[in-house]
């Protein structure tokens, strides 16, 4: 048996399970599902791959197809994405979630999300386009597996992130804060916690993820401007799987549903790749709709 | 003239449809306030039922059922209620977005199924030969348009009627109750998960209907015709039409229709032939800022009644 989907499964995963942060902090943050995360990603893609342009060169590093331009763009783009976060949160989040309604927040992100990506197929149109071209070796590690240096690093930078992330969730103020609002909104208020500042990191921190997550899949696949639909559903997958609100839980479940697909790329098809995230979605809808880390509902 | 009479009657079939579809919506999400994403997936079920069961034997798929045009229809929402039902079980008793993600990815595996299985849905290339009501008048295009429109608006029609008159009964009144007011609606003893599931049922049962009638009307349908395109087009009749009236419903599918083909045929005359793929694109950003401003501005519609939620 070939284990190469292992390794695969784990790449698939982490960015998955990077998108699935933004994803379960917005929903047990500022309470709705949002359905243009994914769109963040592509964007993110695409303002990296501008920074890139607007650079000029790639300079790639020895054994990676990329070079510390694109660190550097990605760090930009990050703040970019983040930029376009708070600006549609600004215009049009906000507002609804003022009036109380979630689900009309849930439908104006889907709104948003249709005209976000269209507007990237009009302005790159739907062809894909990369970061570069060059093709890499992928060495063998053992147990047949085979690994290129693009995927080690980019690895590394998710687990730096990750652990980042946790450390942040865990040991930061701001992270507390957030912690203690997505328990209890009302209380978080009456103990004086600047809930805009709150709703702030959420975006800045969903979205910078989501742009990593985006360029991370525009270096090893491709970027097009439909890459953050295809991979929405996995993503809120792997939330709900986690269980919303826990970070951990997020990239759990993205590490699982990214190594199914790939088990299901192996032995039954490729083409039926993308109903494996449905299939695990529904089990823990029936099974244990809590999730793994999740808190029952009171 | 004969052209343009033609080309009237099949522009009216076409936006009836969509108002078949967002009839469908208005139940679920008018009346009682459940957010389907997936609306794609469900017409492409009810299209797809309806075109197996009716079309003649094909060499490389299931098929040969031979039945008669109406018991493909009814058997197509049937099985779509059916999907709805099972759907709505699954998430109705959780949060209420459970039901949007859930619903989006029934759409992203029908299309899968649609494209992959190819012993049951001919794959990429679809179902062809899927006949059409009036077949033998195809000869005269304009009476058999009109044949066609008849068949189409008295469908509407019906189901307008049959909707009215089912929001105006009890049950109806249940549905209105939960959206309002859960608690006190449950404090009376209805179950808020069951009637969701059953208004999801028949909403979706109207979104197949809806899908069975359009693959007779066109006679060949396949994967792309049900895109998240659709769906969006869908919510967009149903917003600026208004939610909560079936009336508005139809209304406000004609007027996006016509808008959507005038805007695309306007683009197709005034933009080069190696920009449309972009100009099209650039239709969906204006309809999703639309959405958007409608949910902001005028979250009643503009042919809603007016009632405030």
């Known amino acids: 048996m070939n284990l190469q989907f292992l390794l695969d499964g784990l790449i698939a995963g982490s960015m998955i399970g990077l998108g699935a942060i933004g994803v379960t902090l917005t929903y047990s943050i500022l309470r709705f599902s949002n359905f243009a995360h994914g769109d963040f990603m592509a964007w993110g893609a695409y303002a990296a791959l501008a920074v890139v342009g607007a650079i000029g060169g790639s300079l790639p590093m020895a054994p990676l197809s990329f070079g510390w331009p694109l660190l550097l763009a990605m760090v930009v783009a990050m703040g970019l994405t983040a930029l376009l976060a708070l600006t549609l949160d600004w215009l049009l989040f906000a507002r609804l979630r003022a009036r109380g309604q979630s689900i009309i927040v849930v439908m104006a992100s889907f709104g948003a999300s249709m005209a976000l990506r269209s507007l990237l197929e009009f302005m790159f149109t739907s062809r894909p386009t990369y970061f570069s071209r060059a093709i890499q070796i992928a060495q063998p590690v053992g147990f047949g597996i085979r690994v290129t240096a693009d995927q080690v690093a980019l690895l590394l930078l998710t687990l730096a992130l990750v652990v980042g992330m946790h450390l942040f969730m865990q040991r930061s103020q701001r992270g507390r804060e957030m912690r203690a609002y997505s328990q209890n909104p009302a209380l978080a208020r009456v103990v004086g916690i600047d809930v805009d500042k709150v709703v702030r990191a959420t975006w800045i921190i969903g979205a910078a993820l989501a742009c990593a997550s985006g360029v991370m899949v525009g270096v090893l696949v491709q970027i097009r401007p439909l890459m953050g639909l295809d991979l929405l559903l996995p993503i809120f997958a792997a939330a709900i799987l986690g269980g919303i609100g826990s970070v951990p839980g997020a990239v759990l479940g993205g590490l699982i549903i990214g190594l199914s697909e790939a088990a299901a790329v192996q032995f039954v098809g490729a083409e039926w790749r993308a109903a494996v995230a449905f299939v695990i979605l529904m089990a823990v809808l029936l099974v244990r709709p809590m999730g793994l880390f999740g808190v029952a509902e009171r | ?309």
Request: positive net charge; aromatic residues 12%.
């Open chain 2, 1 to 309: 003239m004969i052209d343009l009479l033609g080309y009237g009657a099949f522009f009216t079939s076409t936006a009836l449809i969509f108002g078949l579809i967002a009839l469908g919506l208005n139940l679920q999400w008018g009346l009682t306030g459940l957010f389907n994403v997936g609306i794609a997936g469900f017409v492409a079920i009810g299209a797809y039922s309806s075109a197996i069961l009716t079309t003649p034997d094909a060499a490389d798929r299931v098929g040969g059922f031979g039945w008669p045009i109406l018991a493909g229809w009814l058997a197509a929402a049937c099985i779509t209620a059916l999907a709805a039902a099972f759907t709505g079980y699954a998430t109705l008793r959780l949060k209420s977005d459970y039901l949007a993600i859930t619903t989006f990815g029934v759409a992203v595996v029908v299309q899968l199924v649609a494209l992959n299985a190819q012993g049951l849905t001919g794959g990429p290339f679809g179902v062809a030969f899927i006949p059409r009501p009036f077949a033998s008048l195809q000869e005269h295009a304009v009476a058999f348009n009109f044949a066609n429109l008849a068949v189409i608006a008295s469908v509407v029609l019906a189901t307008y009627l049959a909707l009215e008159r089912l929001s105006r009964s009890p049950w109806g009144r249940v549905l209105r109750a939960l959206r309002e007011d859960e608690r006190a609606a449950t404090a009376l003893g209805k179950s808020a998960q069951s009637y969701r599931i059953q208004a999801f049922a028949v909403g979706g049962a109207v979104m197949g209907l809806a899908g069975a009638v359009q693959a007779h009307f066109i006679g060949f349908i396949a994967p792309d015709n049900y895109l998240p395109t659709l769906t969006f087009q869908v919510w967009a009749m149903l917003m600026v039409g208004g939610s909560g009236s079936n009336r508005g419903a139809i209304l406000g599918a004609i007027v996006v229709w016509a808008i959507w083909v005038g805007s695309g045929s306007f683009t197709a005359a005034i933009v080069p032939s190696d920009l449309q793929a972009r100009a099209a694109s650039l239709q969906i950003v204006a309809i999703g800022v639309m959405l958007c401003l409608i949910l902001l501005w005028r979250p009643q519609g503009f042919f809603g009644a007016g009632r405030k939620k």
